[in-house]
């Protein structure tokens, strides 16, 4: 195999480390089968050079391939001949001394394969095939990937010996669609036991257990094209299946995040934009969980389509320059490593080939900042691939996306640090994360909510929402929350709204409810409104800060109906709704339905405890509404104690977040103030400023700071913080993203 030194500066190591630890630029040319005859080899190698890249992936086989094939069943592109552009490619990106990735898309195939082994492809329960719009689907569990990609894969590493190959299409048959091979049902019955489910129904056993299975078989082929790899291009040839940011997208996939990055060297990010409803800081949420999972020494390069990846999408024209960066920086602050993306080598829209090259340039300047380095952070957002589907089931996208989506936007307003934390990762949390947030996890082992107390007993403090723990780790409902003992809260198991994810029309009223907020009250004592007392003039309890001159808040959402234990705070309880139309109609016929909302409780351990039965976390995000988020960043707080590492103060919409490297920490601030951060795409920069950003990190003292893209030394000394004063530096402006390198002397 060639040996790999990259082109990269001071950053691009050479020496003993393998490829994927070294190689942290890299460049895609995804080949059409029009490319043989246009491609440019010397303009290519040029841009290479320009964007200071280590690695390139390259088009080999699957769907099309780029090479003579001795397997007549894999198609060649359409103009390449006899050519061997892919083997041309990978020659000349080890000249230049660049690792090579082949990629594969090789879960589909011509119709011509198909007549050949119809035994090979997955089919419905009439035994009628697959297809994706001319393309026969293969069956994961067939010889198709058992035998003859296998074979493939060693063909390619012979001809050309790659360090790696890559796949973007690797895991098969979605979930929503269940094979009746003959070889599904012969490996599902001697798996499990059982016929294969009849139709898809989360309520039948035989279909949720088809789904771990289907988890299972998808490991099963990583762990085989693994061993192949290696066997075939030494111990470091690696196969990496190719995967995506949101754990729903993942889950629909049969990918299990945490087990692909636990099995991983190198991660292969393949999440080109950001996702329809999400902000930028979507991606630097991927890129921390894919860490938390990975280890932070990983490398995830993440492909970033050059081209117009949106709704709609245009495969050649170029995305606006302002919407890469602001993607690609917020990769950089998650540690993400940039990897170029084009469509065909030749396109008639030039102006996608200036994007890459500053981002790259000033990523090689500084890459030693961006690396082996580890987050600081107050708090961990719990999330789950097992609840996400046997409590998500057919609606991931309202009942788990939406509320882990809103409790980090409400923690990035308050500008509260946060890391997502795996469910099977509590009990390594305490005495590194003070608060953990618990959005909708409704299905969790009877372990999993052991350590969640466990956490607490040391004095963590946790907030949970909806029906966290409702369910085990099957979906089935158990008798009360699984943590009611630590939250102080009881289901009744009513409900009381919808959990949608889109708002119901407005002329029906059915979502025209409110939040009622009080004076600290014990539950004990409480009880239903009547509308005819005095207003409230008791002391608001800190949560609700800022809400000084309302006892009312809109909600629109679900609320748990729950009982409350003696010993807890309901600072928050819920107005059921009323007509919201004609006008005349719209009044409040019960001013409080005595249900709580919010429920607080001091813990033995010395921490604290939030339960929200109003899903204010699911609202967030789907609303947008500042409330909802005012008072899920006052919770987050006031169970924080008010400490933080990191404090940011000034205008603007920012993202910032802190790392910690010997003798240095590396603070992130990503400025998404822009009218197209909630709807794309962003068409220019606006800056904001000044912000003061303090730490307060242990055993750190900061001497002095730089600003790595302003490239300028800012004096270390006394800073407000809103609340009192810290020690941190004034950064008069930020335009997209600033990072300040605070070291010790």
Sequence with gaps: MSEVHGEGGEGQETGSAPWYRRVRRWAQTNLTEADPERYDAAWWRQ????????????????????????????????????????????????EDGLAVLARMDSNRTSEEF????????????????????DRYITCVNSPYYHEYLPGVLREIIERSQPEGITDNSWSGLDRGHICYCAHCAESFRADTGRALPAAVDWDDRAYREWVAWGYRTRLAVWDLNNRVTREAGGPHCLWLGMTAGRVSDQAGRFRDMREICRRSDIVMLDSQARPAGETFSA????????????????LIPESTAMYGHARPTFRLASKPVPEVRLWAEAGFAGGIQPWWHHIGAYHDDRRQYRTAEPLFTWHEA???YLVDREPVAAAGVVWSQRSTDYFGRDDPAARTDLPFTGVTRALRDARIG??????????????????????????MSAEQCEAVRAYAAAGGSVIATGETSRYDE?????????????????????HRGGASSAPESWETGRAHSYLRLHPAMRAAVYGPRTGDEPPADGVRHPVLDGFDETDLI??????????????????????????????????????????????????????????????????????????????????????LRGRRPLTVTGPGLLDCRLYRQPGRVIAHLLNHTNPGTWRPPVTDLYGTGPLTVSIDVPDFTPARARLLCADVELPVGPVSTGTGVGTGVVVEEVVDHEVVVFEEE
Aim: proline share 7%.
């Design 418 to 443: 946060y890391l997502p934390v795996h469910a099977d990762d509590i009990a390594g949390q305490a005495g590194r994360l003070g608060l953990l947030i618990l959005p909708e996890v409704g299905a």
């Design 474 to 494: 099957w979906g089935e409902a158990r008798g009360d929350l699984a943590l009611a003992d630590l939250l102080g809260v009881h289901t009744t198991g009513e």
């Design 283 to 298: 991606n630097a949420d991927a890129g921390a969980l894919i860490h938390e999972q990975a280890g932070w020494g990983a």
């Design 114 to 133: 198909y007549a050949a082994h119809p035994d090979w492809f997955a089919v419905d329960r009439d035994g009628a095939p697959y297809r994706a719009a």
């Design 554 to 639: 809109g909600f629109a959402g679900r609320l748990e109906v729950v009982r409350a234990d003696a010993d807890t705070t309901v600072p928050v309880t819920f107005v059921a709704p009323f007509p919201i139309y004609p006008p005349e109609t719209s009044w409040i016929r019960e001013p409080d339905s005595g249900l709580p909302a919010v429920v607080l409780r001091e813990l033995p351990g010395g921490g604290r405890s939030a339960y929200l039965a109003a899903d204010l976390d699911r609202c967030t995000a789907r609303d947008n509404q500042p409330d909802h988020a005012r008072l899920l960043g006052n919770l987050a707080d006031w169970a």
């Design 366 to 368: 500084n890459e030693r």
């Design 47 to 94: 841009h290479w050079r320009r964007t200071r890249i280590g690695g390139v992936i390259v088009n080999a086989g699957g769907i099309v391939a780029y090479y003579p094939s001795e397997y007549p069943l894999q198609h060649r592109a359409l103009t390449l001949g006899e050519r061997d552009l892919y083997g041309e490619i990978a020659a000349a990106a080890h």
